[in-house]
Nanobody
Framework: QVQLVESGGGLVQAGGSLRLSCAAS?????MGWFRQAPGKEREFVAA????????IYTDSVKGRFTISGDNAKNTVYLQMNMLKPEDTAVYSC?????????????????WGQGTQVTVSS
């Protein structure tokens, strides 16, 4: 089975940057990032399909976040720039066996345990 491990979270001031990484132990075809703040439901952030490199983003991060992948390493990244306090959340990596871009958590088969991102004002 596929295992996912996130890294790169931490504490940063508003306006700063972080890069998250998600390393997969098995092969995946589509990968995405989700986030969950305390007391709130999980929110879609970004996704990438690995056959074409096509990406999608939630509106609140467009122009600030960039998702990318290294197929040889089976690793996906989330570059986060111009961070805001409202970006504070646990960020989780997810993967699915099918190609294609999806926003729904239920469409993803494998999940990492998450990495904390905290943005101070």
């Amino acid at each position: 089975q596929v295992q996912l491990v996130e890294s790169g979270g931490g504490l940063v001031q508003a306006g700063g940057s972080l890069r998250l990484s998600c390393a997969a132990s098995g092969h995946t075809n589509s990968m995405g990032w989700f986030r969950q703040a305390p007391g709130k439901e999980r929110e879609f952030v970004a996704a990438i399909t690995q056959n074409t490199g096509t990406t999608i983003y939630t509106d609140s991060v467009k122009g600030r976040f960039t998702i990318s992948g290294d197929n040889a390493k089976n690793t996906v990244y989330l570059q986060m720039n111009m961070l805001k306090p409202e970006d504070t959340a646990v960020y989780s990596c997810a993967a699915r066996g099918a190609y294609g871009l999806r926003r729904q958590p239920s469409m993803y088969e494998y999940w990492g345990q998450g990495t904390q991102v905290t943005v101070s004002s």
